[in-house]
């Protein structure tokens, strides 16, 4: 059996204290030494991991820039989120190993994670087993990952989904309902996928406000994934006040 690792462990250490607020930079978007000052920024503020990747484009040296960015400004731990097998840098601490359960394509449920197991083997990356399922409207990730999104009306079907994610030995669940989204994941499909499933709920996509963070929260997510309102703000002290106000919706909410 996969033990538990150090960041693993340091997310289920801090879950019994609080909700969590992950932060993801996309490479393809944002320059390192912005990267590093937004990971600077969100530790001072009490963002608890940052999350680099999310696009395709976001491999090579472009990645390994932005992750060696943020290492040098912050301590907390930083996670992959690979858009495909090229999305591995050997300087992270940690790799979301994340199937894409409700993808049309077999290459994004196990065909980019054998192409990429290797690497993580021989970097010492600590992989995190993770279901990945996109939700209605999916965005460019659920174009890209030939997604059949879940409507945001069935929730029982993300559920369905989500504990057949544990099932398989995932240790995290994620509802993604693509960056950027208009409306992010229903209340109504996290309070369902929460109640059925025993591991760490992380929900994502389409998160502007403070209230909706709170919502999202409130409903039963564990982990609030935050990127696109904070790399749109326009400048970093507007970045600032956006991770502020998206951090006080995540942590007014305690854990049961």
């Known amino acids: 059996m996969l033990e538990i ?12 204290r609080e909700k969590l607020h992950f932060v993801l930079l996309d490479p393809d978007d944002v320059e390192p030494e912005t990267a590093g000052r937004i990971a600077e920024m969100g530790e001072e503020i009490g963002v608890d991991a940052i999350m680099v990747g999310g696009s395709t484009g976001a491999e090579g040296e472009v990645l390994d820039s932005v992750v060696k960015a943020i290492k040098e400004s912050s301590s907390l731990p930083i996670i992959l989120f690979p858009g495909s097998h090229g999305g591995i840098s050997k300087y992270a601490d940690a790799i979301f190993f994340m199937s894409l359960l409700n993808s049309r394509n077999p290459f994004f449920i196990t065909g980019a994670q054998a192409l990429g197991a290797f690497q993580v083997k021989r970097y010492g990356i600590e992989p995190i087993p993770m279901a990945y399922l996109i939700v209605e409207p999916g965005e460019t990730v659920g174009w890209v990952g030939d997604a059949k999104p879940i409507p945001r009306h069935k929730p029982k079907i993300a559920a369905a989904y989500a504990l057949a994610g544990q099932y398989l030995g995932m240790r995290l669940v994620y509802l993604e309902a693509g960056s950027g989204a208009s409306k992010p ?20 996509g389409g998160i502007r406000t403070e209230e909706q963070a709170r919502k999202a929260v409130k409903a039963g997510a564990d982990i609030v994934v935050t990127g696109t309102a904070i790399e749109k703000a326009g400048s970093l002290q507007k970045a600032r006040e956006k991770l502020e106000e998206l951090n006080r919706g995540i942590k007014s909410v305690r854990p049961l």
């Open 5 to 16: 690792g150090k960041v693993e462990r340091y997310i289920h250490d801090k879950l019994k």
């Open 185 to 204: 994941v229903p209340p109504e499909m996290i309070a369902l996928v929460k109640k059925v499933i025993d591991v760490p709920l992380i929900v994502g």
